[in-house]
């Protein structure tokens, strides 16, 4: 072989050589720390798990422990165990946000594959089979090679990029866990935002297109359009036949009565939707169907929302009680929901004008929410050390409202300090908490104590002894010991301020 021709052989080895050791050692590095634990559980050296849920759910199917399955998107996603427990049934929750029914049917058959699931708890309402048969979110990447027994499916994750840099983050420590009980779900940091009065205000235009829906409702349903009827058949009905041993539980989530109010071509596939997995239920024995579409105290309440289709905790503990039950009434009974379905009837019945967005009263549970929300918000403010104005003027207004309808001195005394703590730098805005301290606190005598600390501070721009001494006296003739002691003090240093903190 000629000189030059070896030459060129050695460069080609070489450079052969060197990529394949890249590969290898990129391989090598993502298979030994493995950010979402695919092919082995990483132990107590690196407890947690990662919160991107598609990568994540197929090494909890592969390695943890289960017999039933809970598979829907983020409407599902805070039913955990502990809510299923008296049943004796051991859930893993698989869900994943703004998923659709192609990549549940990818969950169901990644963990039947597994040989575990006994059961298979689905949500399910017509947007997440609407999409077609392979209704991908485009905005979250979806790797269903991990879902799926592929030769390329190692390949595809250790050689991935975006794999290397969540790997480094494993090896170096800065990588994001959260508890199992975390991987999924979001009411803990959600839990003050339900019936808040910016989402309820936003109703107000949807009360006047409520009639026409309601119209709708009192019509037949449409006919179920091809791509989603396919949707229905490869992702839904071809698992029924396939695993008859599996008890798969499906339900329609509860969605506030307002949620899609004028769109009446959506309602009508929505009903006819509704008809056709009433037929599934009626055909396959392995199939149980639950109808929360009806469920009385929580369609029809706006203040156990977040927005139309995310309700509170308490509903999602309602919903795992049922789903247990077999006698429970809001299992679907085939042949009677196929003869009238009680979600057009009821939602036909629907007095919408009792609601508080469209003029009803003003709920105690919308106020109370109101008030967490709002001092969430403030407190995270204050902790960046930042100003907000606009966030306490609307804080003062809702709170007023508050306040005045509930009386709860916790709500009061929150309101007042606000108003003194220097949010803002206005004095405007302390003029405005002054005001609605001399409203709120006349008869509280913890109230009045916290006043007159104000009031006595000298560093507080509205600083009076006068009106200071004064609250004092109010709220020790009212019984407030701490201000007795205080106005006991006094008398021995006349000059003294305030006491400091306490009371009762």
Same mark, same amino acid.
């Given at each position: 072989?000629?000189?030059?021709?070896?030459?060129?052989?050695?460069?080609?080895?070489?450079?052969?050589?060197?990529?394949?050791?890249?590969?290898?050692?990129?391989?090598?590095?993502?298979?030994?720390?493995?950010?979402?634990?695919?092919?082995?559980?990483?132990?107590?050296?690196?407890?947690?798990?990662?919160?991107?849920?598609?990568?994540?759910?197929?090494?909890?199917?592969?390695?943890?422990?289960?017999?039933?399955?809970?598979?829907?998107?983020?409407?599902?996603?805070? $039913?955990?165990?502990?809510?299923?427990?008296?049943?004796?049934?051991?859930?893993?929750?698989?869900?994943?946000?703004?998923?659709?029914?192609?990549?549940?049917?990818? #969950?169901?058959?990644?963990?039947?594959?597994?040989?575990?699931?006994?059961?298979?708890?689905?949500?399910?309402?017509?947007?997440?089979?609407?999409?077609?048969?392979?209704?991908?979110?485009?905005?979250?990447?979806?790797?269903?090679?991990? &879902?799926?027994?592929?030769?390329?499916?190692?390949?595809?994750? +250790?050689?991935?990029?975006?794999?290397?840099?969540?790997?480094?983050?494993?090896?170096?420590?800065?990588?994001?866990?959260?508890?199992? @009980?975390?991987?999924?779900?979001?009411?803990?940091?959600?839990?003050?935002?339900?019936?808040?009065?910016?989402?309820?205000?936003?109703?107000? #235009?949807?009360?006047?297109?409520?009639?026409?829906?309601?119209?709708?409702?009192?019509?037949?349903? %449409?006919?179920?359009?091809?791509?989603?009827?396919?949707?229905?058949?490869?992702?839904? *009905?071809?698992?029924? =036949? =396939? /695993?008859?041993?599996?008890?798969?539980?499906? &339900?329609?989530?509860?969605?506030?009565?307002?949620?899609?109010?004028?769109?009446?071509?959506?309602?009508?596939?929505?009903?006819?939707?509704?008809?056709?997995?009433?037929?599934?239920?009626?055909?396959?024995?392995?199939?149980?169907?639950?109808?929360?579409?009806?469920?009385?105290?929580?369609?029809?309440?706006?203040?156990? /929302?977040?927005?139309?289709?995310?309700?509170? +905790?308490?509903?999602?503990?309602?919903?795992?009680?049922?789903?247990?039950?077999? *006698?429970?009434? &809001?299992?679907?009974?085939?042949?009677?929901?196929?003869? *009238?379905?009680? &979600?057009?009837?009821?939602?036909?019945?629907?007095?919408?004008?009792?609601?508080?967005?469209?003029?009803?009263? #003003?709920?105690?549970?919308?106020? *109370?929410?109101?008030?967490?929300?709002?001092?969430?918000?403030?407190?995270?403010?204050?902790?960046?050390? @930042?100003?907000?104005?606009?966030?306490?003027?609307?804080?003062?207004?809702?709170?007023?409202?508050?306040?005045?309808? #509930?009386? @709860? +001195? !916790?709500?009061?005394?929150?309101?007042?300090?606000?108003?003194?703590?220097?949010? %803002?730098? @206005?004095?405007?805005?302390?003029?405005?908490?002054?005001?609605?301290?001399?409203?709120? $606190?006349?008869?509280?005598?913890?109230?009045?104590?916290?006043?007159?600390?104000?009031?006595?501070?000298?560093?507080?721009?509205?600083?009076?002894?006068?009106?200071?001494?004064?609250?004092? !006296?109010?709220?020790?003739?009212?019984?407030?010991?701490?201000?007795?002691?205080?106005?006991?003090?006094?008398?021995?240093?006349?000059?003294?301020?305030?006491?400091? =903190?306490?009371?009762?």
């Amino acid at each position: 072989m000629p000189a030059d021709a070896q030459k060129t052989m050695l460069i080609f080895l070489l450079a052969s050589g060197g990529f394949l050791a890249v590969v290898l050692g990129i391989m090598g590095f993502n298979y030994v720390y493995d950010p979402f634990q695919f092919y082995r559980l990483h132990g107590d050296a690196s407890p947690g798990f990662s919160q991107n849920e598609r990568y994540q759910n197929p090494g909890l199917l592969r390695h943890l422990e289960y017999d039933s399955i809970v598979v829907g998107s983020s409407i599902s996603q805070n $039913f955990s165990p502990q809510m299923f427990a008296p049943t004796g049934w051991r859930l893993l929750n698989v869900t994943a946000s703004g998923s659709g029914s192609y990549l549940h049917r990818l #969950i169901i058959d990644a963990a039947l594959s597994q040989g575990k699931a006994k059961r298979v708890l689905r949500e399910l309402r017509y947007g997440n089979f609407s999409g077609g048969v392979k209704d991908v979110n485009q905005e979250q990447a979806l790797p269903d090679f991990l &879902y799926q027994g592929t030769l390329e499916r190692p390949f595809q994750y +250790l050689l991935s990029i975006d794999l290397l840099g969540k790997s480094w983050s494993v090896a170096t420590g800065t990588d994001d866990r959260v508890p199992l @009980e975390l991987v999924h779900a979001w009411y803990p940091q959600h839990k003050f935002k339900f019936g808040t009065l910016h989402y309820l205000r936003g109703y107000k #235009i949807k009360c006047r297109g409520f009639d026409p829906l309601q119209e709708a409702a009192k019509a037949e349903a %449409g006919r179920l359009d091809a791509g989603t009827a396919q949707a229905l058949w490869q992702n839904l *009905e071809e698992q029924l =036949q =396939q /695993f008859p041993e599996v008890e798969f539980i499906a &339900y329609y989530p509860p969605i506030f009565y307002l949620h899609g109010y004028g769109d009446r071509a959506a309602f009508r596939n929505r009903v006819a939707f509704r008809r056709a997995t009433f037929e599934l239920a009626k055909k396959y024995p392995n199939f149980l169907l639950y109808d929360f579409s009806i469920l009385a105290d929580v369609v029809d309440n706006p203040y156990r /929302f977040k927005d139309p289709l995310h309700f509170d +905790l308490e509903t999602q503990v309602v919903l795992a009680r049922e789903l247990s039950d077999p *006698e429970s009434i &809001y299992r679907v009974v085939p042949d009677v929901w196929l003869a *009238e379905d009680p &979600y057009p009837k009821k939602l036909a019945a629907f007095d919408v004008s009792r609601l508080a967005p469209c003029g009803g009263p #003003i709920g105690r549970h919308q106020l *109370e929410n109101d008030y967490q929300e709002l001092f969430r918000q403030a407190e995270e403010i204050r902790r960046r050390g @930042e100003r907000d104005p606009l966030l306490l003027r609307r804080g003062l207004s809702y709170l007023r409202e508050a306040a005045r309808n #509930i009386g @709860e +001195l !916790r709500m009061v005394m929150a309101l007042g300090m606000a108003s003194f703590d220097g949010w %803002g730098g @206005e004095s405007d805005l302390e003029a405005a908490g002054e005001i609605f301290l001399d409203e709120a $606190f006349e008869g509280h005598p913890s109230g009045l104590l916290y006043r007159a600390w104000i009031l006595l501070n000298p560093e507080y721009s509205g600083h009076d002894r006068a009106a200071g001494l004064q609250a004092l !006296r109010r709220s020790a003739r009212l019984g407030n010991l701490q201000a007795r002691r205080e106005l006991a003090a006094m008398r021995h240093s006349p000059r003294s301020g305030s006491g400091g =903190q306490g009371g009762d």
